[in-house]
């Protein structure tokens, strides 16, 4: 399994979908926010990343290093690259600074998340002929977070809503945003 991992507020990797369950964790540095930026009480540090392929659908599970019920308002992101489209390798459906350039492109579905007033979820697809974000599309269903001394947010998201398949491998990365 190839693994990146960076500093500051992003995790990245790379995942063979298996047909049956399985998880891959990625752990990031506790702490490695720079300190002039505010980090919500740690609430945008992402500690770490589990996924897991149920053989139908993809969950993330993100670990932060802060309580979102304290502070509420961070936004939560997943880039991710399936390769079936050149995709993009900036920019997202809310015009956010985050990028994602894979060895099989750029990303052609990205996952917007927030906290506040009860949190919610998003999924975009990336439309290379028009160069555009498509969606969103409600991801809400399929989204909780837990609040705690580390907080955590999980995200179901169905294969099929990716076009991928058991056998095939994707590339994602993980953002916070204030």
Do not use: H
């Amino acid at each position: 399994m190839k693994r990146t991992i960076r500093s500051g507020l992003v995790l990245a990797g790379a995942l063979l979908i298996a047909a049956s369950a399985r998880a891959d964790i990625i752990s990031d540095t506790i702490g490695d926010i720079d300190p002039g930026i505010a980090n919500g009480g740690g609430t945008l540090d992402i500690v770490s990343m589990e996924v897991t392929t149920s053989g139908s659908d993809l969950i993330f599970s993100l670990t932060l290093n802060g309580n979102v019920s304290t502070t509420d308002w961070g936004n939560f992101m997943i880039g991710i690259a399936t390769g079936d489209s050149a995709g993009t390798t900036t920019g997202n459906g809310w015009v956010r600074p985050i990028n994602l350039d894979a060895p099989s492109g750029g990303m052609n579905y990205w996952i917007g998340s927030w906290v506040n007033a009860g949190g919610g979820a998003q999924l975009w697809s990336y439309d290379n002929g028009t160069s555009s974000w498509t969606g969103p599309s409600d991801l809400s269903s399929g989204y909780s977070f837990s609040a705690g001394a580390q907080s955590t947010i999980d995200y179901t998201v169905s294969l099929s809503s990716l076009g991928v398949s058991a056998g095939d491998t994707i590339y994602f990365d993980a953002y916070s945003s204030g």
